[in-house]
């Protein structure tokens, strides 16, 4: 049988999914179906506008025809192979990569935890080749999100909260900072130091920009201990916050950056970029990867950077950011709207979020929910000025409902 001959009822798929799968996530009451553009379909045909994105992954639209057609054409040529051979996806969406965003080096993973978990790998490399075997520290940010891989999990800034419950011992070398705040990060510094590592707005942590000065001054404090610039760009690479990476928004850039979701338009794919001299820590045999850089991934990929490029998309995540968060401001509770780009938050003055959440979805719109009081929203960056008002309508209808529950 063909899977998408499949005829199961909503009830047959629950009670299948009970029965067999391990569930950590919460379930909306849909079948999605199919996905175009910036709608999800569900098995009646119902679309609902996705400022979830599947988390910031459908940068270009659900379904993106010029991925869609990378991938078929691809999968009829070669849909795996092992890491020896040269591909021609891989080595041409190398150099688009490098050349778009001033990097010298990429190496290809398959998600975003496993991209930070070679940023992490090649940065303790890089220490100790060049200072010897106790130049390992690693600098993050409090309510930083990096990931649940254990070395991911570990440079999560959340000791006492979210991922880490229930998984401690972390693996040793990490300490967290507060998020823009250079002197706590400068008291920190021991000379076991080699990197800090941080979001440029982080998302699991609220939507909060990086500020211009605390940029600057950590900068100033990596050139001035000779520290490591680490970005994780997961979340906010590839036009989301209206540059194509969030680093260039600040005019600094990396030692090594890490990026994914929106990268693969959809098929899983993830990235290291780094200078020159730091990438040498990666030799032979040091570091690998049974499905980094497959040629379908890097195809639709390839197709995907070139539409977000080709269609300035990063020029219109800052337009309609502009444009989104100026109207969420007038929604009742609201105590702040903070985001760069299309990658917003609205946090509320009452513990309603939950509510707004499920009455959004009832009204057929997808948004996040972050801690009780913060909806996030990261959708296509294909989105137009009508979709910013029927979003607003729905959020302004939700909310009313949470507060007379």
């Keep these: 049988m063909k899977l998408n001959e499949a005829k199961l009822t909503k009830q047959e798929l629950k009670d299948l999914t009970k029965k067999y799968m391990i569930e950590t996530y919460e379930r909306f009451d849909f079948i999605a179906q199919t996905a175009k553009d910036m709608y999800l379909y569900d098995e009646e045909g119902n679309g609902y506008l996705d400022f979830y994105g ?43 990569i490098c050349e778009t965003i001033g990097m010298d080096k990429i190496f290809y993973q398959n998600s975003g935890a496993e991209a930070n978990e070679a940023m992490i790998k090649m940065a303790r490399k890089y220490g100790t080749d060049n200072y010897g075997p106790n130049k390992y520290h ?92 680490l970005f994780d760009e997961i979340q906010t690479g590839w036009c989301r916050t209206g540059e194509v990476m969030a680093y260039m928004n600040y005019n600094v850039k990396p030692d090594i950056v890490s ?43 390839y197709a995907q950077i070139n539409e977000l490029l080709d269609r300035k998309l990063a020029d219109n995540a800052k337009k309609m950011g502009e444009y989104f968060m100026n109207k969420l401001k007038d929604l009742p509770h609201v105590k702040d709207v903070r985001g760069k780009g299309l990658l917003v938050g609205v946090e509320f003055d009452l513990p309603i979020g939950l509510d707004i959440k499920h009455n959004c979805i009832d009204r057929k719109l997808l948004v996040t929910l972050i801690g009780t009081s913060i909806i996030r929203m990261v959708p296509p960056l294909i989105l137009t000025k009508a979709d910013c008002d029927k979003a607003y309508e729905i959020l302004k209808e939700s909310v009313q409902a949470a507060l007379a529950k």
């Excluded at 032979?284 to 990867?289: A, C, R, V, Y």
């Design 54 to 96: 599947g988390v910031a992954v459908n940068s270009a639209g659900s379904c993106n025809e010029k991925v869609v057609e990378a991938v078929c054409d691809q999968v009829k040529d070669i849909i795996h192979t092992f890491n020896y051979p040269y591909t021609v996806p891989q080595v041409l969406l190398a150099k688009l």
């Design 138 to 229: 690693i600098i993050t940010a409090k309510s930083s999100f990096h990931g649940r891989t254990y070395g991911a999990m570990s440079a999560t800034g959340q000791p006492d909260n979210g991922c880490q419950l229930g998984f401690k011992p972390m693996l040793p070398g990490f300490s967290y900072a507060d998020f823009n705040d250079v002197d706590s990060f400068r008291k920190l510094v021991t000379d076991d130091t080699i990197a800090i590592m941080i979001e440029p707005v982080q998302g699991e942590g609220g939507v909060r920009p990086a500020t211009q000065e605390f940029i600057d001054g950590i900068k100033e404090l990596c050139e001035e201990k000779r520290l490591l610039l």
């Design 259 to 301: 990026m994914a979701k929106a990268m693969g338009g959809g098929m899983p794919i993830s990235a290291v970029c780094a200078s020159k001299e730091v990438s040498k820590a990666f030799t032979m045999g040091s570091h690998g990867s049974t499905y980094g850089g497959n040629p379908v991934c890097c195809a639709a990929a």
